[in-house]
Nanobody
Framework: QLQLVESGGGLVQPGGSLRLSCAAP????????VAWFRQAPGKEREGVSC????????NYADSMKGRFTISRDKAENTVYLQIHSLKPEDPAVYYC?????????????????????WGKGTLVTVSS
């Protein structure tokens, strides 16, 4: 079972930036598509971005375009989500997730229903 661990969340001032990390101890994360989601209290989980294995083409939810950058570092066995210019709507628990290997995808999809492995999340808050 793939184990995902997020880190990097915290309290950030409005307009600040934050880089979240997704690691998979004991697994080669570079082999997996990885997606980022977020969920604010009382709201549905929403997709942010995803990245394909290897060279890693990327995809972003329409509402997330512009201030989010997903990337991966093979050497670090880590997938990142850079959040720029944090706004009031950004605070949430951010999760990374991955589909099981049985799901064949030509392009990653930012769909919670298509994910089989989830991290426990990392909390991002915005406050002055």
């Amino acid at each position: 079972q793939l184990q995902l661990v997020e880190s990097g969340g915290g309290l950030v001032q409005p307009g600040g930036s934050l880089r979240l990390s997704c690691a998979a101890p004991g697994f080669v994360l570079d082999y997996y598509p990885v997606a980022w989601f977020r969920q604010a209290p009382g709201k549905e989980r929403e997709g942010v971005s995803c990245i394909m294995p290897g060279a890693g083409s990327t995809n972003y939810a329409d509402s997330m375009k512009g201030r989010f950058t997903i990337s991966r570092d093979k050497a670090e066995n880590t997938v990142y989500l850079q959040i720029h210019s944090l706004k009031p709507e950004d605070p949430a628990v951010y999760y990374c997730a991955a589909p099981g290997s049985y799901r064949v995808q030509a392009m990653c999809r930012i769909d919670p229903a298509g994910m089989d492995y989830w991290g426990k999340g990392t909390l991002v808050t915005v406050s002055s």
